[in-house]
C-alpha cells in the first residue's frame, strides 16, 4: 500500500527536524552534507546544557585548473522526501589508473554490516531485541552476497505516530518502515553506454575510476516502534499478530542496496507544481532555496534497478522512454517553469505518460530482465503494478506481491498480510519446502539473479564488475564539465516501504 496522506504529512513534518541545514528550504546551503544520527533524549539534554562552540573553519582545497567537479546525491532520512546533490572540488578527487586490478582472493568484510543503532519511545528491552534485530539480519544478507566493504547503516527504531503528534486516531501504525540509499553516484559498467544511478553500498564494493568521498552512511532505516513485532531475541513464541522485525529489516536493507526505482509521480512530490497525475519521470537535478526557485540544471538518470524493466506484453525496455523524456532540454529554468514546459513538450510527455499508463495497466505489467540466468531463477522477475493505481514506494520497487509470497522469493512483496504470525524461519521452510534458501541467506533464486544484475557480487565470483564514474551528472552532455564547487541541489524522492496490507 502507498504511503497515506497522513504519512506523507508526517515525511515533511520531519524534514525539518531531520535534515541537515542544506536540506531543509529556505535554509544555507553547504559544500558537502551528510546525515548524522539522531541523539538519544538523554544526550539532546546534555548538549542543551552545553555552551555552543563555533567550529573552526577548514580551508577548502582550491579546485584545480579545468579539473572536473564530482556529484553524488545524498538523502538525509529514510522518511525524508527531500535530498541533496553534493559537489565535491576536482582537487578532492583522484582517477584510478585504469590497470586492470586483480580481483581474486577477495577478503571478506570483517563486519560486512556496521548500525548506527538510535532507540526511542519504547522499553530499553524492546531496543535491546531491535538492536539484536537488526544485527541478525546483516548477517542473513552477508550469507548471500559477497560484501567486502562495510555498508555503514543508520538504524532508527521509533514511534512514527509520536513523530506526526499524532497520539490518537493514527493511522501511521501500519507502516512497518522505510529505507533508502543514503547516496547515489551516476556510473555505468564496462560496456554500457548509459549512465544510471548506483546506491552507495553497491559501488564500494566495485572497481571504479575514481576515488570517492563517501558519505558516512550507506543505507538510512526507519523502523515504526507502534507496529506489533516480533523479536528472535524474546525467546518466546511468536502472536498470531506480529510480523518477524528481521524479516522486515532484511526487506528495507535490500532496498537500500538498489532494489529502488527513479519513476516518479510529479504530482506526489513535486506538490503544488502540478495537477497532472498521469505521468512518470525521474527527477530532476535543481538549485535553489525552495521548489518554486529552484532552477533546474538536468533529469536524473534512471536507478541501475530501471536498467532491467521492461514491458511484460511487448519486452520493450522501459530505458527507451526514459531516453525520449530526457531529449527534452530545457534547462537553467525554475522548476514550476521547467514542469509545465514538459508537459506541453509533445514526445517526451507522451513517453511519460506511457509509462504510467504501462505501471497501472494491471498486475504484472511489467518486469525485471536478468542479466545472467541463476539455477532455478525464471527468465524474468513480475514487479508490483496495480490496474489504474500508481502507488509511490510500492509499485515497481517490489516484487509482484500474487507471484511471489509464497516462493523462495518472498522477501520483497509489498505487503506482509498473510506473513504474519509466521517467524522468518517459519516462512523459509514452508516456501522452500524445508530445503532453505541458497547458502542459508535471505535471497531466493529469482531476487540472487536481480542483485547480481545490478552489480552485487556473489559469493562464488571470482571478479567483480568495474564502473566508471560520471562527475557532473548534474551537467547536460553538452555542458562543460568545469563547475563551481558550490553547486546544490534540493530535490525531491519517496522512499519505499513496506505495508500491513495493499488494497
Not at 531543509?24 to 559544500?31: H, I
Not at 535471505?442 to 544484475?453: D, N
Amino acid at each position: 500500500m502507498a504511503p497515506s496522506a497522513q504519512l506523507l504529512a508526517l515525511v515533511l513534518s520531519l524534514a525539518a527536524t531531520l535534515l541537515p541545514a542544506a536540506a531543509v528550504p529556505g535554509a544555507q546551503a553547504v559544500a558537502v552534507a551528510a546525515p548524522q544520527p539522531q541523539p538519544q533524549p538523554q544526550q539532546q539534554q546534555q548538549q542543551q546544557q552545553q555552551p555552543q562552540q563555533q567550529p573552526q573553519q577548514q580551508p577548502q582545497p582550491a579546485p584545480l585548473a579545468n579539473s572536473l567537479t564530482f556529484a553524488r546525491v545524498d538523502r538525509h532520512s529514510a522518511l525524508s522526501n527531500e535530498h541533496t546533490v553534493v559537489s565535491v572540488p576536482g582537487s578532492r578527487l583522484t582517477l584510478l589508473n585504469r590497470v586492470k586490478a586483480a580481483t581474486t582472493n577477495r577478503e571478506a568484510a570483517a563486519r560486512p554490516f556496521q548500525f548506527t543503532f538510535s532507540c526511542s519511545d519504547v522499553p530499553q528491552d524492546v531496543c535491546n531485541n531491535a538492536r539484536a534485530g537488526f544485527e541478525r539480519a546483516g548477517q542473513l544478507i552477508a550469507s548471500s552476497l559477497q560484501i567486502t566493504a562495510t555498508i555503514n547503516v543508520q538504524a532508527v527504531f521509533r514511534s512514527f505516530c509520536n513523530a506526526a503528534g499524532k497520539t490518537k486516531n493514527c493511522d501511521l501504525s501500519n507502516t512497518l518502515g522505510q529505507a533508502a540509499s543514503a547516496s547515489y553516484f551516476a556510473a555505468r559498467a564496462d560496456g554500457v553506454s548509459d549512465f544510471s544511478f548506483y546506491p552507495q553500498s553497491l559501488v564500494k564494493q566495485l572497481r571504479r575510476d575514481f576515488t570517492l568521498e563517501f558519505n558516512a552512511f550507506d543505507i538510512l532505516a526507519e523502523f515504526n516502534a507502534d507496529y506489533s513485532f516480533y523479536f528472535r531475541s524474546s525467546n518466546r513464541p511468536i502472536r498470531p499478530t506480529e510480523t518477524d522485525f528481521e524479516f522486515v529489516v532484511c526487506h528495507e536493507l535490500t532496498h537500500g542496496l538498489g532494489f529502488d526505482t527513479a519513476w516518479t509521480s510529479y504530482f506526489s512530490v513535486y506538490q503544488g507544481l502540478t495537477q497532472d497525475s498521469t505521468y512518470l519521470a525521474p527527477l530532476v537535478y535543481a538549485r535553489g532555496p525552495n521548489l518554486q526557485n529552484a532552477v533546474v540544471t538536468n533529469i536524473e538518470p534512471l536507478n541501475i534497478f530501471d536498467m532491467f524493466v521492461q514491458r511484460t506484453a511487448n519486452a520493450k525496455p522501459l530505458l527507451e522512454n526514459y531516453k525520449a523524456i530526457a531529449s527534452y532540454r530545457k534547462v537553467n529554468v525554475p522548476l514550476p517553469q521547467y514542469i509545465s514546459g514538459f508537459q506541453a513538450s509533445g514526445a517526451p510527455y507522451a513517453a511519460a505518460q506511457e509509462v504510467f499508463n504501462t505501471v497501472t495497466a494491471g498486475p504484472r505489467a511489467i518486469n525485471f530482465k536478468p542479466k545472467t540466468a541463476y539455477p532455478n531463477a525464471p527468465a524474468s522477475v513480475f514487479l508490483q503494478t496495480r490496474k489504474d493505481i500508481f502507488q509511490p514506494g510500492s509499485s515497481i520497487a517490489h516484487m509482484d506481491y500474487e507471484t511471489y509470497w509464497t516462493t523462495p522469493d518472498f522477501l520483497m512483496v509489498p505487503a506482509v498480510q498473510n506473513l504474519t504470525g509466521m517467524t522468518l524461519d517459519d516462512i523459509i521452510k514452508q516456501n522452500t519446502r524445508n530445503a532453505g534458501l541458497p547458502g542459508g541467506g535471505i535471497y531466493g533464486p529469482s531476487m540472487i539473479a536481480l542483485l547480481s544484475s545490478l552489480g552485487w557480487p556473489l559469493p562464488s565470483d571470482t571478479s567483480v564488475a568495474r564502473i566508471s564514474i560520471n562527475p557532473a551528472p548534474e551537467v547536460p552532455k553538452s555542458s562543460s564539465l568545469t563547475r563551481s564547487p558550490s553547486a546544490i541541489a534540493t530535490v525531491v524522492l519517496a522512499a519505499c516501504s513496506l505495508v500491513i496490507a495493499y488494497m
